[in-house]
């Protein structure tokens, strides 16, 4: 089944805790992103990738950091998280010259 | 001025009505443009895309583009209790391919 999976789905931790989101895809797709979502604003892009060791910002990349060292996989890394990335995350994926981007099933983060 | 703009709602429409959904963007240059569905708790699967102005259907879904005001709704015809959800417009803009700009969402209730 083609999917993306993220893991965990919901993590309660602490400010300054270092965490990592994993995100992986198994449709060879070469795009992948990370966005937040939060009420009233949407979905907001974290950081994209367009290839392996490719990646680059997007609009709120403050706080995060990612890598793509192999193609399927796609880590968000917090490095000291704070109450203000308490959030939803969605991992996406996108086939070059493709339209539709496939969207993980979320993780919900709670930083106290 | 945000960059997608949609009404929050929430869109009350009977069962069996058309449901108008709107969005408007601000970047002239933006190429193309996507509803997508999200329910409570879930990831947004994308229903439609468009590019060139008009209308385009597929099933009960039309989507409208008119690029002269910026301007992309979305049509639900005989709506159902099923379709009720967050209805979210995304654009993507002229600088990067991989890159979607979401508006906030607009929440419809279909009742019986």
């Known amino acids: 089944e083609a999917q993306v999976t993220q893991n965990p789905r919901y993590l309660i931790t602490v400010t300054g805790k270092k965490l990592t989101v994993t995100c992986s895809q198994n449709?060879?797709?070469?795009?992948m992103s990370w966005y937040r979502q939060d009420p009233g604003l949407g979905l907001r892009q974290i950081y994209y990738?367009?290839?392996?060791?490719?990646?680059d910002k997007g609009d709120v990349p403050e706080g995060y950091k990612v890598s793509r060292k192999e193609k399927r996989n796609f880590p968000l890394i917090l490095e000291s998280p704070s109450p203000n990335q308490t959030s939803l995350y969605f991992c996406?994926?996108?086939?070059?010259?493709?339209?539709?981007?496939?969207f993980g099933p979320g993780t919900r983060l709670t930083v106290t | 001025q945000k960059e997608v703009e949609q009404n929050s709602g929430p869109l009350s429409v009977p069962e069996g009505a058309i449901a108008s959904l709107n969005c408007t963007y601000s970047?002239?240059?933006?190429?193309?443009f996507f509803w997508y569905r999200q329910y409570s708790g879930k990831s947004p699967e994308l229903i439609m895309f468009?590019?060139?102005?008009g209308d385009k259907e597929d099933g009960r879904f039309t989507a409208q583009l008119n690029k002269a005001s910026q301007y992309v709704s979305l049509l639900i015809r005989d709506s159902q209790p099923s379709d009720s959800a967050t209805y979210l417009c995304?654009?993507?803009?002229?600088?990067?391919?991989?890159?979607?700009?979401f508006g906030a969402g607009t929440r419809l209730a279909v009742h019986p």
């Open positions: 468009i590019y060139s102005n």
């Open positions: 449709m060879n797709h070469e795009y």
């Open positions: 996406a994926s996108l086939q070059r010259g493709g339209y539709e981007q496939y």
């Open positions: 995304a654009v993507n803009p002229l600088k990067g391919y991989n890159k979607l700009i």
């Open positions: 970047d002239r240059g933006s190429q193309s």
């Open positions: 990738s367009m290839n392996v060791e490719v990646t």
